[in-house]
């Protein structure tokens, strides 16, 4: 590598450190102001060009603990570098990802999160079609609340909250995790939790 790649590489990576710690430190209602969701999902696009390991591990060490996205379109490229970040994830506190993907993308994440070596206390993947229902590793994962409807489809172009039978599906699941406080929450303001019957 010249010389010149290597200063141009750090001053970028100085850069992107300044920047990843100020989102950081957002509040969770910051982030719908300024265009400050839209900035931060490109800049995780921004890293994944320059592929680099140090800066998407710098990028993993500065992740906020609250991301808040609600609403937020991303690619299939933007997913697929919030995923990588994720991917190295301890513990977070909340991830709102509320109608973000296109169908099928979604599952980026979930995968994401199931390898993460850390738990989400509050995740919302509402209003994205999953194409079925993530297993045991993805709820085991989630600590506190899931919310999870509108993410199945309807058949006609559109989103439903998950049906009885997928309801029990998910119940099953939920009764395989031992001394879990997880709630899961599948629209209608009904919510499942282990051993609720």
């Known amino acids: 590598m010249a010389a010149s790649d290597i200063v141009e590489k750090k001053l970028c990576a100085e850069t992107l450190k ?8 957002l509040a969770y209602d910051d982030w719908v102001a300024d265009d400050n969701d839209r900035r931060y999902v490109s800049l995780l696009c921004e890293l ?30 933007e997913a697929t570098g919030l995923s990588e ?9 909340e991830l709102v990802l509320t109608n973000c993907f296109s169908p099928g993308d ?3 994440v979930i995968s994401a999160i199931v390898d993460m070596p850390g738990k ?6 509402s ?7 993530p297993g045991l590793e993805f709820f085991a994962k989630v600590e506190d609340k899931l919310e999870i409807f509108g993410c199945f489809d309807d058949g006609n172009g559109g989103r439903r909250d998950p049906n009885e039978y997928e309801k029990q599906k998910i119940q099953l699941i ?15 303001g009904a919510c ?3 051993g609720k019957h």
């Not at 300044?18 to 430190?25: I, V």
């Not at 970040?85 to 506190?93: A, E, S, W």
């Not at 939920?174 to 209608?188: A, I, N, R, T, Y």
Request: aromatic share 6%; charged share 30%.
């Open 48 to 77: 994944k060009k320059y592929a680099d390991k140090q800066l998407i591990l710098m990028a993993a060490d500065h992740f906020p603990i609250e991301l808040n996205l609600d609403n937020l379109y991303l690619s299939t490229s």
């Open 106 to 108: 979604v599952e980026l």
């Open 85 to 93: 970040i994720l991917r190295k994830q301890n513990n977070l506190k």
């Open 18 to 25: 300044s920047q990843l710690a100020h989102f950081r430190t």
């Open 120 to 125: 989400v206390k509050w995740i919302d993947i």
């Open 192 to 194: 499942l939790c282990p």
């Open 127 to 133: 209003d994205n079609i999953i194409k079925e229902i």
């Open 174 to 188: 939920l009764d395989e995790l031992h001394d879990s406080k997880l709630k899961v929450d599948v629209g209608d």
